[in-house]
Nanobody, 124 residues
């Protein structure tokens, strides 16, 4: 069992930056690939980024590539999402998720544990 708690969301102007954190409770954190997803009002929850268990591999949605960076600190049971050059279309609730299975995942159904989400609002 893994419990996930996100933090770091807020209101920021376009062009600004935010860093989201997701702390995991559970001794198996370092075994899991960790992903970030987001859900804008009236839309489905979409993949943003994923990092493998060791942090050696990362993958991003095209919409955030070059602007967002995912990282993890297994000693602190924490995964981060550094967001830069934010745009109004980045406004969404951001969720972190843990994947129990082998490898990384890009779909909601490939993840087993979810946080409650943190709101990010980017004003123009």
């Amino acid at each position: 069992q893994v419990q996930l708690v996100e933090s770091g969301g807020g209101l920021v102007q376009a062009g600004g930056s935010l860093r989201l954190s997701c702390v995991a409770a559970g001794r198996t954190f370092s075994r899991h690939a960790m992903g970030w997803f987001r859900q804008a009002p009236g839309k489905e929850r979409d993949f943003v980024a994923v990092i493998n268990w060791s942090g050696s591999s990362t993958y991003y949605a095209d919409s955030v590539k070059g602007r967002f960076t995912i990282s993890r600190d297994n000693a602190k049971n924490t995964v981060y999402l550094q967001m830069s050059t934010l745009k109004p279309e980045d406004t969404a609730v951001y969720y972190c998720a843990a994947r129990v299975g082998y490898g990384v995942g890009y779909e909601n159904r490939e993840y087993d544990y979810w946080g409650q989400g943190t709101q990010v609002t980017v004003s123009s």
